[in-house]
């Protein structure tokens, strides 16, 4: 079974720096898109970040600059290299993979076909 498994999440201080990783099982997914979300307290899944075929890569507008996607072994492992925490990106973050591959880059949720459990990120002020 295909399975997805983040890791690398914490406790980090605003300003500071985290690698969350995904281990992607079960299948080689070079041709499938691999995203990253988001869910705060109180508020609904967002898009964080992707990257795509080609190895296009694209980012939400609060993230732009400070993280950056990355992968391992053709997808196989997805990292998100976060800098420059800030408290409000606070959140359960899970990986997402989904079978629509192109070089556009997809937002919603409902595009991706696989998820992981999610690993907390908890930034301090």
């Known amino acids: 079974q295909v399975k997805l498994v983040e890791s690398g999440g914490g406790l980090v201080q605003a300003g500071g720096s985290l690698r969350l990783s995904c281990a992607a099982s079960?299948?080689?997914?070079?041709?499938?898109?691999m995203g990253w979300f988001r869910q705060a307290p109180g508020k609904e899944r967002d898009f964080v970040a992707a990257i795509a075929k080609n190895d296009n890569t694209g980012y939400a507008d609060s993230v732009k600059g400070r993280f950056t996607i990355s992968t391992y072994n053709t997808k196989n492992t997805v990292f998100p290299q976060m800098n420059c925490l800030k408290t409000e990106d606070t959140a359960v973050y899970h990986c997402?993979?989904?079978?629509?591959?192109?070089?556009?880059?997809?937002?919603?949720?409902?595009?991706?076909?696989?998820w992981g459990q999610g690993t907390q990120v908890t930034v301090s002020s």
């Open positions: 997402a993979a989904g079978r629509r591959f192109t070089t556009e880059i997809l937002t919603n949720t409902f595009a991706y076909d696989y």
């Open positions: 079960g299948r080689t997914f070079s041709n499938y898109v």
